[in-house]
């Protein structure tokens, strides 16, 4: 006897955004799968799902936030569970990659940090990861199973045409940032300037060069992650000295530590537009600060997984798979 069994799709949130992982599971058309996550007096990590997962195709929405060591673990132990408790497929749904700035070595004696995360994951039981604009491409190598590379770079593009800005120029605030700046340039078909950086010590930059043309335009810094918003801060200096007349800056991921806040506050920058890859919690988002939502992006994306549909057809070129 034969028997046709349909395929279920699950989403579960951990809680480092559980209001991201609310906003994709509405826009899938589903509710949050019951999940039980709390601490013992140690502070070790208890995760228990409240309904069978048997068969289900999951996926585990877990952005890597503060505490983010705490947040991966909560994850690898979801996971671990769902794998236990017989799930068919487990998607890792990270939409930022914790420890991506420390892809190789660039010193003897380092780590290759997010190489041992990519383990971590794939030795937890997952069969799949989705991320938004990881720092390096090359962690799509760190695993031998599917991660779909998604960008936020058409939210971001339409968010800045509607905007009509007059004399626009797109400007990578270095080189390693060029490809990102290039394609939002030729999205919005505007030319773009590099400028040249240094890093004398960790969360520190120098903006020594701009190469390009700036002098009496609108200048749109592009970046993949604002952390402490040194380099955003001494690139719109940088640009501000010579001849920029607006300065407004685009990343995916609102890190925003330590003065962060303060000092875009306080800078030439006129607006910054982020994503919710992270959460932007409510003393942060200062006027100058615009957040997007990532979710109906995520949500299309989970979808097309699920059907075994295109995730590069969601929004063109523009995405990694």
Same mark, same amino acid.
């Given at each position: 006897m ?5 395929k279920r799709l699950m989403v ?6 559980l ?7 509405t826009?899938i058309?589903v509710s ?6 709390s601490r ?10 409240m309904e069978?997962?048997?068969?289900v195709?999951a ?8 505490p ?11 996971i671990?569970?769902l794998k236990?408790a ?7 749904v ?6 991506s700035r420390?892809?190789k070595?660039?010193?003897a004696?380092?780590p290759?940090?997010?190489?041992l ?6 030795v937890?039981?997952a069969?799949r990861? &989705?991320s938004v604009?990881l720092h390096a491409g090359?962690i ?5 199973f ?6 936020a770079?058409?939210? &971001?593009a339409?968010?800045?045409v509607q905007k009509?800005l007059?004399?626009?120029?797109v400007?990578?605030p270095d080189a390693?940032r ?6 939002l340039s030729?999205k919005?078909?505007?030319p773009?300037?590099?400028m040249h ?8 930059a120098?903006i020594?060069h701009?190469i390009g043309e700036?002098?009496g335009k609108? +200048?749109?810094?592009?970046d993949?992650m ?6 955003m ?6 640009l501000k000295?010579?001849?920029? &007349?607006?300065i407004?800056?685009?990343a995916?991921h609102?890190i925003l530590s330590?003065?962060a806040v303060e000092r ?11 994503t919710?890859?992270?959460p ?5 988002k200062i ?12 949500a299309?994306?989970i979808t +097309?997984v699920?059907?075994?549909?295109s995730?590069s057809?969601i +929004?063109?070129?523009d995405n990694q798979?």
């Open positions: 034969r028997e046709v069994t349909r579960f949130a951990g809680t480092s955004h209001e991201l992982g609310q906003e994709v599971a826009g058309g949050l799968g019951g999940v039980d996550i013992f007096s140690n502070g070790e990590i208890y995760v228990r799902f069978s997962v048997r068969g195709d996926f585990v929405i877990q952005t890597s936030c503060e983010i060591n705490d947040n991966i673990i909560e994850m690898l132990l979801m671990d569970a236990r017989s799930a068919k497929r487990i998607t890792a990270m939409p930022y990659y914790g420890y420390q892809d070595k660039t010193l004696r380092e290759i940090s997010a190489h995360i990519a383990d971590l994951i794939t937890a039981g069969n990861v &989705l604009d090359q799509q190598g760190f695993f031998d599917p991660l779909d590379h998604i960008t770079m058409p939210l &971001l339409s968010y800045i009509n007059k004399d626009v120029v400007v990578s390693g060029v490809k990102v700046a290039k394609r030729d919005l078909r505007v773009m300037a590099i950086k240094r890093r004398p010590d960790k969360n520190v120098e020594l701009v700036v002098e609108t +200048a749109i810094l592009i993949d604002v952390d402490t918003a040194g380099t801060v001494e690139a719109a200096d940088a000295k010579h001849g920029a &007349l607006e407004y800056a685009c995916t609102a330590g003065s875009i506050k306080l800078s030439e920058i006129k607006e910054l537009v982020v919710n890859t992270l932007v919690p409510p003393e942060k006027d100058k600060i615009t957040v997007l939502s990532i979710a109906p992006l995520l299309n994306t +097309a699920f059907k075994e549909e995730v057809e +929004a063109g070129a798979t």
